[in-house]
């Protein structure tokens, strides 16, 4: 299957700071990616869909300020939490849409980020 | 709106036995049904799809699912199970652009 990546796997912050998330498509152009948010033992939470060369349409709930997302290349979104507090501290997990050929679109997700903010 | 349910937060089976993780949707059309596999710490790994044609439905290492248009479900399945399928299993159903995710289910495999 496709490959998305995500970087960095990890970060801790201090509470104020901004921390940016990359997720990039390696084999694949993505149009389309989203943006997760999972809680230990919990389902992923959809925050956010990203859309090339346009505005990220947000979930209800999600501040569009807090979490800023650019999708400004065809394998590249970022996502980046400002001004990032301890209850920010979250998995966040991307993923990309595969269109391929013959229709096969699929959604293939990145190995996640670890947000801890002190 | 569609929905998926996993009405089992755990399923524990012994090595070399057939499992089962159950999946039931609501969907209004055609459903587009997906698997997934979370590892701890790790992103999702997709394991295998339903679009339309076969209701078995074979995927990744050694998984299968089948989609029962009476039963509205999609259960995932492997005839004999190994310790390292104990994993955090979710089912998924397309709304538009979207998937939408069960609860997930913890699927653990003891030797």
């Known amino acids: 299957g496709a490959v998305v990546s995500q970087h960095p796997s990890r970060v801790i912050c201090k509470s104020g700071t901004s921390v940016k998330i990359e997720c990039r498509s390696l084999?694949?152009?993505?149009?389309?990616m989203f943006w997760y948010r999972q809680f230990p033992k919990q389902s992923l939470m959809l925050m956010a869909t990203s859309n090339e060369g346009s505005k990220a349409t947000y979930e209800q709930g999600v501040e569009k300020d807090k979490f800023l997302i650019n999708h400004a290349s065809l394998t590249l979104s970022t996502l980046t939490v400002t001004s990032a507090h301890p209850e920010d501290s979250s998995f966040y997990i991307c993923?990309?849409?595969?269109?391929?050929?013959?229709?096969?679109?699929?959604?293939?997700f990145g190995p996640g980020t670890r947000l801890t903010v002190l | 709106a569609q929905s998926v349910a996993q009405p089992e937060d755990q399923v524990n089976v012994a090595e070399g036995n057939p499992l089962t993780v159950k999946c039931t949707y609501s969907v209004s059309g055609n459903p587009y049904l997906f698997w997934y596999v979370q590892y701890p710490n790790r992103g999702l790994q997709f394991l295998l799809k339903y679009i339309t044609g076969d209701n078995l439905v074979k995927g990744s290492y050694g998984f299968e699912a089948e989609f029962n248009k009476s039963q509205t479900s999609f259960h995932l399945k492997k005839p004999s199970a190994l310790v390292s399928d104990s994993a955090l299993y979710f089912c998924?159903?397309?709304?538009?652009?979207?998937?939408?995710f069960g609860q997930g289910t913890e699927l653990s495999v003891k030797p």
């Open positions: 084999d694949f152009q993505a149009t389309t």
């Open positions: 993923s990309a849409r595969d269109y391929g050929t013959s229709g096969t679109d699929t959604q293939y």
């Open positions: 998924a159903v397309r709304d538009g652009g979207k998937l939408i």
